[in-house]
């Protein structure tokens, strides 16, 4: 898995590829939580993420709750089809704003 967080005023983009599983998940956990700030949004670019297991879902719903928290939002872009799966099992589909690509995305 590999990602990338790109901070643009109060909104910070963060692209995941691959695989997010709990090998990685916490790392980009840890270093999401220490750029949120009051008023941040996030937006999640998962146009490339290929499979997300619990810890991957869990730190999605983590950096939910602390942005929420603070005053932000946070929406899932380009959710695909395997990925959405888990979503929707687990019924965090209702949790989360989710578009089907970053130029839908509103703040």
């Given at each position: 898995?590999?990602?990338?967080?790109?901070?643009?005023?109060?909104?910070?983009?963060?692209?995941?590829?691959?695989?997010?599983?709990?090998?990685?998940?916490?790392?980009?956990?840890?270093?999401?939580?220490?750029?949120?700030?009051?008023?941040?949004?996030?937006?999640?670019?998962?146009?490339?993420?290929?499979?997300?297991?619990?810890?991957?879902?869990?730190?999605?719903?983590?950096?939910?709750?602390?942005?929420?928290?603070?005053?932000?939002?946070?929406?899932?872009?380009?959710?695909q089809e395997g990925p959405k799966?888990?979503?929707?099992?687990?019924?965090v589909s209702h949790v989360f704003?989710?578009?089907?690509?970053?130029?839908?995305?509103?703040?």
């Amino acid at each position: 898995m590999a990602w990338n967080i790109v901070e643009n005023g109060k909104i910070l983009t963060v692209l995941i590829e691959g695989h997010f599983v709990a090998a990685v998940a916490l790392e980009l956990k840890k270093e999401l939580l220490e750029k949120v700030q009051a008023g941040t949004n996030v937006l999640f670019d998962l146009s490339k993420m290929v499979h997300i297991d619990a810890t991957g879902l869990g730190v999605l719903v983590q950096v939910l709750q602390k942005v929420k928290a603070d005053n932000g939002k946070v929406i899932l872009a380009g959710l695909q089809e395997g990925p959405k799966i888990v979503f929707d099992i687990t019924n965090v589909s209702h949790v989360f704003e989710i578009v089907p690509t970053l130029k839908d995305a509103r703040f």
